[in-house]
């Protein structure tokens, strides 16, 4: 059973900072292209990141760029988002979202994290 | 960026009956070089993660109830619940995973009616 668990939420201040852990089991990690998204309280699903399975490949939304860094540790089975200078906007669920490999190429998400929440506030 | 724009916003259903959740997308997001568009449709239920039900447009993914149906092409596209269960309250999200960044709807919120 495929299982994404994230870890390293919390309360951070503005320009503060957190890494976010996804360890992944149940499927052969290091295949697989895989992705950050966010949900802020009460409001639609947002794109973070991408980081392809060669760990070079990586995408990032404009919203995060320079701030935010991917990255993954195949030997660890674990993905990673160090978040720098946060802001209150940064304020969500984040979730671990692997990408499917049945397509060819870019594919939909096929497997979810339960998610782990980071509150930016003073 | 493709903008991915889904309506109505809500939606109230009564048990049994039909829903239908519609999602434009600002460029089309068919690829002419595989004729498949780049389209997933995601249940997400109070208090948990999305969960996908629809790729390619009209695949269902295994397991998924056949009262969800998806259609359309191009920029045009349809999520259809036949027969509208209790536990299908949920908000639903059209994506697209043609380029990056992948983009999502607003989001649609099922109730019953």
């Known amino acids: 059973e495929v299982q994404l668990v994230e870890s390293g939420g919390g309360l951070v201040q503005p320009g503060g900072s957190l890494r976010l852990s996804c360890a992944a089991s149940?499927?052969?990690?290091?295949?697989?292209?895989m992705h950050w998204v966010r949900q802020a309280p009460g409001q639609g699903l947002v794109w973070v990141s991408r980081?392809?399975?060669?760990?070079?490949?990586?995408r990032y939304a404009d919203s995060v760029k320079g701030r935010f860094t991917v990255s993954r540790d195949d030997a660890k089975n674990t993905l990673y988002l160090q978040m720098n200078s946060l802001r209150v906007e940064d304020t969500a669920v984040y979730y671990c979202v692997r990408e499917g490999a049945s397509c060819g190429g870019d594919c939909h998400f096929d497997s979810w994290g339960q998610g782990t929440l980071v509150t930016v506030s003073s | 960026d493709i903008v991915m724009t889904q309506s109505p916003d809500s939606l109230a259903v009564s048990l049994g009956e039909r829903a239908t959740i519609n999602c434009k997308s600002s460029q089309s997001v068919l690829y002419r070089s595989n004729n498949k568009n780049y389209l997933s449709w995601y249940q997400q239920k109070p208090g948990q993660p999305p969960k996908v039900l629809i790729y390619?447009?009209?695949t269902r993914e295994s397991g998924v109830p056949d009262r969800f149906s998806g259609s359309g092409s191009g920029t045009d596209f349809t999520l259809t619940i036949s027969s509208l269960q209790a536990e299908d309250v949920a908000v639903y999200y059209c994506?697209?995973?043609?380029?990056?960044?992948?983009?999502f709807g607003q989001g649609t919120k099922v109730e019953i009616k």
């Open positions: 390619w447009a009209s």
């Open positions: 149940g499927f052969t990690f290091s295949s697989y292209w």
């Open positions: 980081i392809h399975d060669d760990g070079r490949n990586i």
């Open positions: 994506h697209q995973y043609l380029t990056t960044p992948r983009t």
